[in-house]
């Protein structure tokens, strides 16, 4: 998939953190790849986001920022090409792309079953394997990758001070210990070192607000 010439998002002065909204010649561009690019197998949607220590899952939820929904190729290409890249976000800023229109939250009804594959890296680092997870997850890459019966459901990255923090979402939790998605991953990136990489079940988090199914 070879990534088009656009122009960036406009951002605001003296800052590293990218404004939520796309500027209108972003969207109107993103508009035109959307009507004519090759389908993808599901549509995928950008959110933007900064989490704060103690949140609730509805304050969360309220901060957080759809980006676009795409569902070409194309569509997708123009969006990642138009907001900052992630080396330009400031620490606790995270990016995401989800399948469909689902939200990055761990209390969603799609999410609350699962769980995501959490992997740190070094900064220097992070773009290359945001990058390719991306491209991975839009083609259904990681899919072959899962137990039969379990599906991807959104790929993260959030900028810390020290390492960056970069997840996979997948929708049963008792089905992650049949995945071999951290083999794939290493296939994917085969030159990066993780700094730590495991897997945990959203219901198993402390700070989770839902009910156990």
Not at 4 to 20: C, I, Q, R, Y
Not at 52 to 74: D, F, M
Not at 121 to 131: E, F, L, N, P, R
């Amino acid at each position: 998939m070879a990534a088009p010439s656009v122009s960036k998002l406009e951002t605001p002065e003296n800052t590293a953190t990218p404004s939520p909204q796309l500027g209108r010649s972003a969207i109107n561009e993103i508009h035109t790849s959307e009507q004519s690019g090759v389908p993808l197998n599901t549509p995928w949607t950008f959110y933007l986001d900064k989490s704060t220590p103690g949140t609730s899952a509805a304050e969360y939820a309220a901060c957080l920022r759809k980006l676009y929904t795409v569902s070409t190729v194309q569509g997708f290409w123009s969006v990642y090409n138009n907001i900052p890249t992630v080396n330009k976000l400031g620490s606790r800023y995270s990016y995401h792309l989800m399948r469909h229109e689902r939200r990055p939250v761990w209390e969603d009804p799609y999410n609350c079953n699962g769980g995501n594959w959490r992997m740190k890296c070094h900064k220097w680092d992070t773009q290359k394997v945001w990058q390719e997870l991306l491209l991975a997850a839009i083609g259904e890459h990681l899919s072959d990758f899962l137990a039969e019966g379990d599906e991807i459901s959104g790929i993260s990255v959030s900028m810390r001070e020290r390492d960056d923090i970069v997840t996979i979402w997948n929708t049963k939790s008792q089905l992650s210990e049949k995945s071999d998605i951290l083999v794939k991953v290493k296939e994917l990136v085969p030159d990066v070192n993780f700094t730590a990489a495991f897997y945990k079940a959203f219901q198993t988090h402390q700070a989770f607000e839902g009910h156990s199914k």
